[in-house]
T-cell receptor, first 117, second 111 residues
Framework: DAGVIQSPRHEVTEMGQEVTLRCKPI?????LFWYRQTMMRGLELLIY????????DSGMPEDRFSAKMPNASFSTLKIQPSEPRDSAVYFC???????????????FGPGTRLTVL | KQEVTQIPAALSVPEGENLVLNCSFT??????LQWFRQDPGKGLTSLLL?????REQTSGRLNASLDKSSGRSTLYIAASQPGDSATYLC??????????FGKGTKLSVKP
């Protein structure tokens, strides 16, 4: 299995620009999580989906952040407009919930390092 | 709101030592607890998962315990090696799989 795939791995943009981060969960997994990691705040859960439906977005810091999961194999996290304080590493993770092959072990992607100038 | 504290924040030990990393959490109504390892510039790798009904889990030189009622978990690493150098993160989880992370313990094992 290829694991959780995130793109791009690095993104440098200027303040005010729109940024779109992408995630492909492990095939067969039905829950997907977006996290943000900074030195000051550590790892924070932003939003998570179950069967492509957003369950809890209370961690999304501002309305500038939005996330979608149009199908079971793809999710996006969008920041519009971006600000320097959005600079962080953004991780995507997935698990398979329910059924005989369910697992609570969360598998993380390699992350996207975002720098907003 | 769940808050997770990990002590110590950093730890440096000589190779071969046994060591204990501590994690405490404020809300004992958890579904499970996971320990992760993060190498510099990398993603997270799950080490151990303890369900709320379990007391401990073991994998090789690693042993994690859970005392849900007191809001504590420990990760025990036996016979530490330089390759164990990394940041170790504790994360209590809810029934939906949502994890709340501590800030981690940065471990350095000297040869």
């Amino acid at each position: 299995d290829a694991g959780v795939i995130q793109s791009p791995r690095h993104e440098v943009t200027e303040m005010g620009q729109e940024v779109t981060l992408r995630c492909k969960p492990i095939s067969g997994h039905n829950s997907l999580f977006w996290y943000r990691q900074t030195m000051m705040r550590g790892l924070e859960l932003l939003i998570y989906f179950n069967n492509n439906v957003p369950i809890d977005d209370s961690g999304m810091p501002e309305d500038r952040f939005s996330a979608k999961m149009p199908n079971a194999s793809f999710s996006t996290l969008k920041i519009q407009p971006s600000e320097p304080r959005d600079s962080a590493v953004y991780f995507c993770a997935s698990i398979k919930r329910g059924g005989w092959t369910s697992t609570d072990t969360q598998y993380f992607g390699p992350g996207t390092r975002l720098t907003v100038l | 709101k769940q808050e997770v504290t990990q002590i110590p924040a950093a730890l440096s030990v000589p190779e071969g030592e046994n060591l204990v990393l501590n994690c405490s959490f404020t809300d004992s109504a958890i579904y499970n607890l996971q320990w992760f390892r993060q190498d510099p510039g990398k993603g997270l790798t799950s080490l151990l998962l303890i369900q709320s009904s379990q007391r401990e889990q073991t994998s090789g030189r690693l042993n994690a315990s859970l005392d849900k009622s007191s809001g504590r978990s420990t990760l025990y690493i036996a016979a530490s090696q330089p390759g164990d150098s990394a940041t170790y993160l504790c994360a209590p989880g809810g029934s939906q799989g949502n994890l709340i992370f501590g800030k981690g313990t940065k471990l350095s094992v000297k040869p």
